[in-house]
């Protein structure tokens, strides 16, 4: 059964939320409700783009990676992260957009201010940094 796991502050800015992830493409909805479910203090706007990045990284590591799988959220004023760690050492290489996908790392591109990966030898960590600026009331 996935877990969820709640990392204390590493520091006063820094915040990490973290949520196992079972191997089943029906995980995508569990983490992106639980994703939202963190995210209620942003605007509209900006959790629907987080959540779009947050849903793309982790069906792809549903998709192309292997188990284990953990998303994190790091999340400091004005800035957040997304990471999905997943063991597959391949490197995630973004495909030419066709009738069959590929549209999905682009989308991410766009969405945050800058995103990779991290290859380890035991696998690897996709991310996205995301501004979120401050609202005007």
């Known amino acids: 059964m996935p877990t ?8 006063d800015q820094l915040r990490v939320m973290a949520i196992e992830v079972a191997d089943d493409l029906s995980e995508s909805s569990r983490v992106r409700a ?26 792809n590591a549903l998709r192309h990676g292997e188990p284990p799988r953990q998303v994190r959220l790091l999340r400091k004023r004005g800035w ?9 050492v391949d490197p995630v290489c ?15 591109a766009a969405m945050s201010v800058s995103w990779g990966q991290e290859q380890r030898s035991t ?5 996205a940094a995301i501004d979120l600026p401050p609202v005007e009331q």
């Open 94 to 108: 973004p495909r030419p957009p066709s009738a069959s996908g590929g549209y999905g790392l682009r989308m991410v």
């Open 34 to 59: 639980w994703a939202d479910r963190l995210l209620q203090d942003l605007t509209e706007e900006q959790r629907t783009d987080v959540l779009l990045v947050v849903d793309e990284l982790t069906s």
């Open 4 to 11: 969820e796991q709640w990392t204390t502050r590493l520091d």
């Open 123 to 127: 696998g690897k960590t996709v991310w």
């Open 80 to 88: 957040l992260g997304v990471e999905v760690d997943d063991t597959c």
